[in-house]
């Protein structure tokens, strides 16, 4: 299950690989020519005193895209303010720049292309959870194999007679499946709302069967009070008119 899951991870961010390293070329691109400094760049334990100047760059826009987070150098821009005091609107406004264009890299490959790859690596972890069951009988089967030809190459068992069940695979919209997880979820909305739906047709039922019962209870009811009234006003008839007699 584990060689399954890694390897379809590999294999799905492979594409995001590209472009996020990319975007981290550009950026790293970008602060090189806006005259960003590397932060301890010229200390002796810097990080990248070692390194050519791109490759420098490359890391430190890298570190920053992961969460190793280094606000940007700006001595150059801040010297060059105290020796040209003319130019400071100018020296202020690319220092904004590279502070923008620093944010700009925090937000958009730490904070979308990282949840991007969060998102495609839990789409295959639900894809693989979702063949578990094939990958294990697949397993199974191949151990049956394996047991079946050994016994043979040792022993000479004879042929084992056996019946084959094979099924034709269901031709679904695959945009539709997103995960065991999701499958579940949805099957037991499902249920839950199919559940409403029959409850309340009972519901009505009973209240549609309870009317009628009280209806026809209070016909039958009526019906009868009315023949013992019909019964009595007989009998009175019939003692007035034995009475006159």
Not at 155 to 182: R, S
């Amino acid at each position: 299950m584990l060689i399954e899951l890694l390897s379809k991870t590999v294999d799905e961010i492979k594409l995001f690989a590209g472009f996020f390293y990319t975007w981290i070329f550009m950026f790293s691109l970008i602060f090189q020519i806006l005259g960003m400094q590397i932060p301890n760049e010229d200390d002796k334990d810097s990080d990248y005193k070692e390194l050519n100047i791109f490759a420098a760059y490359f890391l430190y826009a890298y570190r920053n895209s992961i969460g190793d987070i280094h606000a940007p150098g700006t001595a150059f821009w801040m010297s060059r303010i105290t020796h040209q005091p003319d130019s400071a609107k100018e020296t202020s406004l690319i220092m904004a720049v590279v502070w923008l264009f620093w944010i700009l890299n925090q937000f958009f490959v730490l904070i979308v292309l990282l949840n991007f790859l969060i998102a495609i690596i839990s789409e295959s972890y639900e894809a693989v959870m979702a063949e578990s069951i094939i990958h294990k009988y697949e397993h199974k089967i191949e151990m049956n194999r394996s047991h079946r030809l050994f016994m043979n190459s040792v022993f000479g068992m004879k042929a084992l007679e056996c019946q084959i069940v094979t099924a034709a695979p269901k031709e679904e919209n695959l945009e539709d499946w997103t995960g065991f997880v999701h499958t579940i979820t949805k099957y037991i909305q499902a249920k839950s709302d199919q559940n409403h739906v029959n409850q309340a047709l009972e519901l009505k039922k009973t209240e549609m069967l309870v009317d009628s019962t009280i209806k026809k209870t209070s016909e039958e009811l009526r019906k009868f009070v009315d023949r013992s009234v019909g019964g009595v006003e007989d009998r009175m008839k019939k003692l007035a008119v034995e009475m006159r007699e």
